[in-house]
């Protein structure tokens, strides 16, 4: 679940402003849904969580970054968020600091007839994936999996 150029360019562009707000860039994904582009930059801060003005904050300096530099030619949508409980895992970073918690990762082949299965992550290593399903253990390469997010009870 590699970055592309343009994800990279704009983990560079932010990391700086979150910073200076004392957070920090959790993920990137430039999307297109519909018929529009989303540009989605997520922040978190270690300790309580983003606000909803530190995202403000970020996102203004961002747009404003952004408008100097042009590197995406088409229009877009800017929104700059938390997470979320569920958040995505995609980098090694996120998937080492969530070893021993319960995730979701959605399959593009069914196992035992689902497409979508919960388990501890017990592992991550060269892109794999090992979860803990309580009677057995599965291990999984990332491509296997449309999405690794964590867990949450409602």
Known sequence: MAYSKL???????????AEENECYIYDVEYVKEGGARYLRVFADKEEGGISLNECEIINRALGEELDKHDPIKENYVLEVSSPGIERKLRTTAHFEKYTGHIVDVGLYQAIDGSKSISGVLKEYENNVILLDLGEKELSLALDETTFVKLHFDF
């Open 7 to 17: 994800e990279k360019l704009i983990i560079e562009l932010a990391t700086p402003i």
